[in-house]
């Protein structure tokens, strides 16, 4: 197996938004598919991340980290839906 799941960007896409995003469903700009970020078929070895829809292989997700950046293309991707926290949760 050449590739990881979509988990593998907790890490790096958590660093960047306060929800955790491999929870979010995504859905692919070339075949429809909707799904969640956690699923997509993650390759690594590159300088960044590659994300790829696991139904047509297209590119969905780039992610690359540099020391004083973080560059994300979502062009892949024709939506985000991200769950936010309940409003209320953590309150006293």
Known sequence: MDHVDGNVLA???GELFAVDVTA???RCVNCGRTGPIAELRVYDRAPGLVARCPGCDHVLVRFVRTP???WIDLTGTVSLHVRLPDA???RS
Do not use: F, V
Request: include cysteine; hydrophobic fraction near 25%; charge should be negative.
């Open 88 to 90: 209320g949760e953590g």
């Open 24 to 26: 979010a469903t995504c």
């Open 11 to 13: 890490g790096p896409l």
């Open 68 to 70: 004083d950046s973080a």
